[in-house]
C-alpha cells in the first residue's frame, strides 16, 4: 500500500479501527486517499470497489467534499443516480464522481465523518435510509 503524503495519526487510526484497506497517493490534481474493498449495500451493479477522496492541502481545516468510486457503480433497477455522471481520471484509471457536499466544521468532521456520510450517499442512492 503507498503512503505518499502523511495522513494525521487521529485519521489514520479510525481508518485502521474501520478496517478499511487504504492508500494515500499523490497524482498532479493533488492529494487522495484510496479505499479498497469497500462494500456497497444491496442494490448497486456491484457489491465492492474502492472509493477515492480528495484530501486538501490545509485538511482538516479545508473541507473535504464528494466521492468517487471505481468501478462505476450504477442501480441495479436501472434508476439514474443523482450527480454521479462525471468521470475523474486518477491513479489510471476512470472514477465516477458522486457530487455530493456539506457544511465542513473544522474540529468536528474528518476523514472518518466523511465515510460515514458516503455510506449514508450509497444508502439513500438505492433507497435504504
Not at 84 to 104: E, I
Amino acid at each position: 500500500m503507498r503512503h505518499q503524503f502523511v495522513v494525521p495519526e487521529e485519521d489514520t487510526e479510525q481508518l485502521d479501527t474501520l478496517g478499511l484497506q487504504w492508500e494515500a497517493i499523490r497524482e498532479q490534481n493533488g492529494q487522495w486517499l484510496l479505499l479498497h474493498s469497500f462494500v456497497f449495500p444491496p442494490g448497486f451493479n456491484h457489491a465492492n470497489g474502492s472509493v477515492a477522496i480528495q484530501i486538501p492541502a490545509n485538511y482538516p481545516v479545508a473541507p473535504i467534499d464528494m466521492a468517487y468510486f471505481h468501478p462505476y457503480l450504477t442501480r441495479a433497477d436501472g434508476q439514474p443516480i443523482r450527480q454521479a455522471q462525471v468521470q475523474q481520471p486518477l491513479d489510471g484509471k476512470l472514477w465516477q464522481r458522486w457530487s455530493r457536499h456539506y457544511p465542513w466544521v473544522p474540529g468536528q468532521h474528518s476523514i472518518a465523518t466523511h465515510i460515514l456520510l458516503v455510506r449514508h450517499w450509497l444508502n439513500h442512492a438505492v433507497g435504504k435510509t
